[in-house]
């Protein structure tokens, strides 16, 4: 007997989702601890399954289903989000169930066709669009690039349940199936990190989301993410937590980016820190070879200045700060002032290209310094100066 069985989280809805308590890397994504692949069953009258796994957790699945209802009751699948960690049992799952419709948006009913190369007959829905389930409705919102073109919400009416896909998620793999049964800093500090290295690039999106969802009114119990756990209480948090990330308010941290060969750029480094501490400013300090980029992507989210520093390696920037760096351009932080500095044998290129990549990030760069070999105390002094201007100028 697997022991797999389903969780009441409303009167029609369980859930039916998976644990996966070994995932240590989501797409360069550090997921320290796990995560969740939720999906939800709605036993209305017509008996509808919200989403599915990862395709390696669709045993797990199918198990929570039978444990409260015959699998061939399920009539309706809705599908709304393509990513592959849920859409990727969908192919099984209809060869399983057979169910009468499958549901996407106009965009999900394409990128489906194009993940699966299938003639599946996947029906699409309208934005503010319903179905009909005998005894209750659900009712679609598009919520495009959040995180992906096919991104929609649902919402149960009845139980007033918001099957929400990725937005307001979060890695975190756990026993636990609703947000109130956990440390409120562990939900905030995974929320951060998830928000920060997915929902980021889409900020200005979440702004309009949160819009939406005020001028229709909804105000839902009952918030079914796809990762992460259930929110039934204190659901305002998540929508405080969203509206001030997207803001972006540059705050009075700075945080400080690098890596080193002979220990030169890290005095550098630890200058410019102490030099922005001195002044007033939160730092915060991660070396490169010890910190993984989605944790750098994390700290920004509150930062108002980001300080790189790179030795030249083969007249290029070090390779774990160019990796960081590739990533943290990828995600688009507005509002940040920027420094770059580093140590170099003979070439110097990498604060040149590090002040490129500032540019392109359009990350204004309040200063660069390059050192040739061991920096002096002179130049040590000039770092410090360096980490005084960034604190003060997040100061206004």
């Known amino acids: 007997m697997d022991g797999f069985k389903a969780l009441k989280i409303s009167p029609k809805v369980y859930w039916v989702g998976a644990v996966d308590w070994g995932v240590r890397d989501f797409h360069g994504y550090s997921t320290s601890r796990g995560t969740t692949y939720n999906a939800y069953l709605i036993l209305a009258d017509k008996v509808t399954l ?43 799952a209809i060869s399983a169930l057979k169910p009468e419709k499958v549901y996407a948006s106009k965009m999900g009913q394409l990128a489906l066709k194009n993940h699966f190369h299938w003639n599946a007959p996947v029906e699409a829905v309208a934005d503010g669009g319903s179905l009909d389930l005998g005894n209750d409705k659900l009712v679609f919102y598009e919520s495009r690039m959040l995180h992906w073109p096919d991104s ?38 995974e929320a951060a990190k998830y928000y920060a290295n997915i929902i980021t690039p889409y900020s200005h999106l979440v702004l309009q989301f949160l819009s939406k969802v005020k001028a229709l009114g909804l105000n ?16 305002g948090r998540l929508a405080d937590w969203y509206g001030k990330w997207a803001k972006r308010d540059p705050q009075g941290k700075v945080v400080v980016l690098y890596d080193t060969m002979w220990g030169s750029t890290e005095r550098l480094a630890n200058s410019l820190a102490e030099g922005a501490h ?36 083969n007249q290029n920037i070090f390779p774990t700060v160019a990796d960081a760096m590739t990533y943290i351009k ?16 003979w070439s ?16 204004p760069e309040t200063a660069a310094l390059a050192c040739q070999y061991v920096p002096s105390e002179d130049v040590a002094a000039q770092a410090f100066s360096i980490g005084v201007g960034l604190a003060q100028k997040l100061k206004g």
């Open 50 to 92: 919200v989403d599915t796994v990862k395709p390696a957790f669709f045993g797990e699945m199918m198990a929570r289903i039978k444990s409260v209802v015959d699998p061939s009751k399920v009539e309706i699948i809705v599908s709304n989000h393509s990513e592959l960690d849920h859409s990727g049992s969908l192919p099984a």
């Open 152 to 189: 929609m919400v649902s919402l149960l009416a009845g139980d007033n349940v918001l099957f929400s896909n990725d937005i307001f998620g979060m890695h975190l793999a756990s026993y636990e199936r609703f947000a109130d049964e956990l440390s409120p800093e562990v939900l905030e500090q």
């Open 220 to 235: 839902p119990a009952v918030i079914a993410c796809d990762h992460g756990p259930v929110w039934r209480k204190d659901i």
């Open 278 to 313: 001195s002044a007033g400013a939160r730092v915060k300090v991660l070396p490169l070879h010890s910190s993984h980029r989605s944790d750098a992507a994390t700290e920004l989210l509150d930062a108002g200045a980001l300080a790189v520093g790179s030795p030249t390696l």
């Open 330 to 345: 990828g995600l688009k932080f507005k509002n940040l002032i920027g420094a770059s500095f580093g140590s170099y044998g």
């Open 348 to 363: 110097g290129d990498s604060v040149k290209q590090l002040s490129a990549l500032l540019k392109e990030m359009q990350v």
